[in-house]
């Protein structure tokens, strides 16, 4: 066993390394490249807003004078590099631009590191905080394109939000998730998943503030612009929900890998600033995507409640390691489930798998490897349908849905689990929850002896504990009507007998060293410690 465990163990750091030799040479082609090929290899998209930056400091307005293809906040870094330009004088060509718009993220950056680091030091990454850092600044290595694109900036405002959640800071986690979502859309996700975790615990005030300091900075800001640009404002949203399937996407590689199998006939035009691809398949199977989507938010929010139920249970708190997972496969779902996957959306998970476990790590590394071999440099192949990039897009793809299985399955096995224990119940724990309400059910550990940090959590709940030599607390209200007259044995010991040695009869052997011994008596059950003080002891019965 040890064996095997060792070489599965060799095996997984050949190959991270494998990936990392592998990432490496790519960065050196990458380079070699450029210099023959100029800055034009990563893409047009610097030159669209070399043009919107050179417009708006000539004056004209977005939305109103030209058209602008995303929200409003995404003029910051798209503008500032012209606009310092202009400030000493001076007008950028295309690849000063870009030098600028290099730097700008290298800034970002750095400032998304120091975030990681700071949710490290307080618990929320699964390594040291500057192994933290270290493991961001190579998956930024890994996915270069970040630094010709804007997908830096909301990327660290999620991170921002993330530290604000940490810090407990809901109005900070509103207003970071409501500016990522006027830069680029996509940090809304965020929103369901932090309002979860208030929610299940019961902090409604949490939540309310959570929710307003999100939706009201929205509202305010595009209202603003409705009152200078008028219905203008809204032609992002109608760019973004018009767009066809992307050549990247993940309807786009299940068609190309059906025209490399069976010939179905596939094409692709240019259009929306990118590659688009069209099939009679993807008409065909259009009903699949949508219904695909749904699934997977579905098993997110299982897998998410399911794990936030079992932390509160047990820790009294939803622990960070729970809450970056399900923020990651938030992340995931949305490259998934979109229809456009652009090679510079990779950036958006960069940061949370910093925090990941190794092996979801090693899988991220996997995925930036591919899009890095995927654009620029098979990106021809692509278009012209060739097999080694079909294969690349399609495996790219098929890890990310790795991914998010890798990062929902403890949530859906715990929500398996539960529903197991709840449909096998004995009829003795089903009298016993119908009688006290489901709360009437002792909070001990393996040992028998109490479990702190759950009995914290189920005293907030409502439910009464009662510790030997303590004042009895207050009785809940669906004990209320039990507790205003005297309880004893009588005639129901037996049945209390029963329930205590099922319930207790496991730990008390193990605390004991005894594994076939079960307590005959309730005086030997510790149960005793849970039960009101006229139960507790057999003298005090009616027989």
């Known amino acids: 066993m040890q064996s095997g465990r060792y070489w599965a163990r060799l095996g997984l750091v050949a190959v991270e390394l494998s990936l990392v030799l592998l990432v490496i040479v790519l960065l050196i082609a990458l380079a070699r490249q450029m210099l023959t090929m100029s800055y034009l290899v990563m893409g047009h998209d610097t030159d669209y807003y070399l043009g919107v930056g050179r417009e708006v400091v000539a004056g004209l307005v977005p939305y109103r004078d030209f058209s602008f293809e995303y929200p409003p906040l995404a003029l910051a870094p798209i503008v500032l590099p012209v606009a310092l330009a202009s400030m000493f004088g001076t007008q950028l060509d295309s690849v000063a631009y870009v030098l600028v718009l290099a730097l700008e993220n290298v800034a970002i950056v750095g400032a998304t590191g120091l975030c990681l680091a700071w949710l490290a030091r307080r618990g929320w990454s699964a390594r040291s905080p500057r192994a933290t850092f270290l493991v961001y600044l190579g998956l930024v290595c890994a996915t270069p394109i970040l630094f010709w694109r804007f997908d830096a900036l909301p990327a660290l405002l999620t991170v921002l ?319 209320a009507a039990a507790a205003r007259r005297p309880l004893t044995l009588g005639e129901d010991e037996p049945y209390f007998i029963a329930v205590a040695s099922s319930v207790c009869a496991p730990a008390h052997c193990l605390s004991n060293g005894t594994e076939d011994r079960v307590p005959e008596t309730v005086s030997e059950s510790p149960i005793l410690m849970w039960l009101p003080s006229g139960l507790a002891s057999p003298s005090a019965s009616a027989t």
């Open 161 to 479: 939000a993330l530290c604000a959640v940490a810090a407990r800071r809901p109005v900070a986690t509103g207003l970071a998730i409501a500016a990522g979502a006027l830069t680029k859309l996509y940090p809304v996700v965020l929103l369901p998943v932090v309002l979860l975790r208030p929610l299940m615990a019961r902090s409604w005030r949490e939540a309310a503030q959570l929710t307003l300091a999100t939706i009201v900075p929205v509202i305010a800001t595009l209202g603003l612009l409705y009152v200078f640009v008028g219905s203008g404002v809204s032609g992002f949203l109608g760019y973004q929900s018009t767009r066809g399937v992307q050549l990247e996407s993940v309807p786009s590689s299940v068609a190309l890998v059906a025209h490399a199998l069976w010939g179905t006939p596939v094409t692709a035009f240019q259009g929306f600033g990118s590659w688009q691809l069209d099939s009679p398949f993807l008409d065909q199977v259009g009903w699949l995507w949508p219904v695909t989507a749904a699934v997977m938010l579905l098993a997110l929010a299982v897998a998410a409640a399911a794990t936030y139920r079992r932390d509160l249970r047990e820790h009294g708190a939803v622990r960070p390691a729970s809450q970056v997972a399900v923020v990651a496969a938030a992340i995931v779902v949305t490259l998934l489930a979109y229809r456009v996957l652009s090679p510079q959306y990779v950036v958006w998970l960069l940061p949370f798998a910093a925090l990941l476990p190794r092996r979801k790590l090693t899988l991220t590394l996997a995925i930036c490897a591919l899009t890095l071999y995927i654009f620029p440099f098979g990106y021809e192949g692509l278009v012209h349908f060739t097999t080694d990039a079909i294969v690349a897009l399609a495996l790219r793809n098929a890890l990310l849905l790795v991914l998010f299985v890798s990062l929902v399955a403890p949530g859906l096995s715990i929500a398996w689990r539960s529903i197991g224990r709840r449909t096998g119940r004995s009829p003795a724990d089903r009298a016993l929850a119908a009688g006290y309400g489901a709360n009437a059910y002792p909070v001990v550990s393996a040992r028998g002896v109490p479990d702190a940090a759950r009995a914290r959590h189920r005293t907030r709940a409502g439910c009464a504990l009662h510790r030997p030599g303590s004042e009895r607390p207050a009785a809940v209200p669906d004990q």
